[in-house]
């Protein structure tokens, strides 16, 4: 008798609303319609990363060549600055990686949220913060192989390339694989991207004067980030 009472008894949780119409039938449809993934996330990022670190290097290489007949123009400073280039460059390369890790790192734990907020809002700050000041070459006692734009038009062109590169590679590898916060990762990989452009420049760049930092170095990184957090989420969800 419990047993009946208990049976006929109306359900709380149970809604006196049917589904539309053919719901069932378009859910069905779309996920039919989505092409599963052929090459697994974590196989997509380890080929994003072979592209980063071998076509970036390639392009500022071409760029050095038909610029200065010369490589690596930026790494070159007197012996007293020795110093700061290397500290420079350290923080440079260790922003870039750092930015890509948190950009590519697929996590459950909640600290992943304030770990790509740090990415997205830091890596601009620092990467101004080493570069504008007490710039490498302000000092250098050498004019650089040639003339330098005060805006520097060849390092915009250079920083669309490369961050052009990383961004597409980093984008690819998390395709259709962020169902929430997709703008907020899109902002990271934009950073991620702004990053290893501004590096990129490092090398590639011997200017010391800040209008040319400015618009030629530091303009493309906040524009890279800016582009990842509005282009880059709709490719990243699902």
Known sequence: MASTRHDDAPRRFESDLAPPAGLYAEVCASIRGTPAQRVDTGRRTRLALAAVLCLIPAAVVIASQLVYQRQAVGLVVGADSTAHLLRSLALLAALAGAATFVALRRSRMGSEITSLVLAASLVVPIYAAVTLINPLHAGDPFPPPVHLSPWGARCLVLAAITGAIALASFTTALRRAIPVASGLRGAVLGAAAGAWAGLALFVFCPAGEYLHLLVG??????????????????????
């Open 217 to 238: 170095h530091l303009l493309p990184v906040v524009a890279l980030t800016l582009a990842g957090a509005v282009v880059v989420p709709r490719a990243l969800r699902p």
